[in-house]
Nanobody, 114 residues
Framework: QVHFVESGGGLVQPGGSLRLSCAASGFSFSKYAMSWVRQAPGKGLEWVSDINSGGSSTYYADSVKGRFTISRDNAENMLYLQMDSLKPEDTAVYYC???????RGQGTQVTVSS
């Protein structure tokens, strides 16, 4: 079955960087577009970024454009999110997601605070 394991979150100061990873299994990873979504405390799910199946096209929410970079390694079934110039409003639990599948992993907590 489809399974995601997110990692790489933590506590970072404003302006800092983190690199999130998502290990995917249970499906043909290279055939699917993938996404990162996040959920801040007390708020709904927010789309962050998409990448197409081959990795050649990427899309970003306006709130993270220019600061975050999504990438993937289809040989390793891995999805990444490089987050730079982090802001307190980026604090959230981050999840990877697959097109056409509503399930999520446990997520990884990102906290941006001084």
């Amino acid at each position: 079955q489809v399974h995601f394991v997110e990692s790489g979150g933590g506590l970072v100061q404003p302006g800092g960087s983190l690199r999130l990873s998502c290990a995917a299994s249970g499906f043909s990873f290279s055939k699917y577009a993938m996404s990162w979504v996040r959920q801040a405390p007390g708020k709904g799910l927010e789309w962050v970024s998409d990448i197409n199946s081959g990795g050649s096209s990427t899309y970003y929410a306006d709130s993270v454009k220019g600061r975050f970079t999504i990438s993937r390694d289809n040989a390793e079934n891995m999805l990444y999110l490089q987050m730079d110039s982090l802001k307190p409003e980026d604090t959230a639990v981050y999840y990877c997601a697959r097109a056409g599948y509503s399930g999520r992993g446990q997520g990884t907590q990102v906290t941006v605070s001084s």
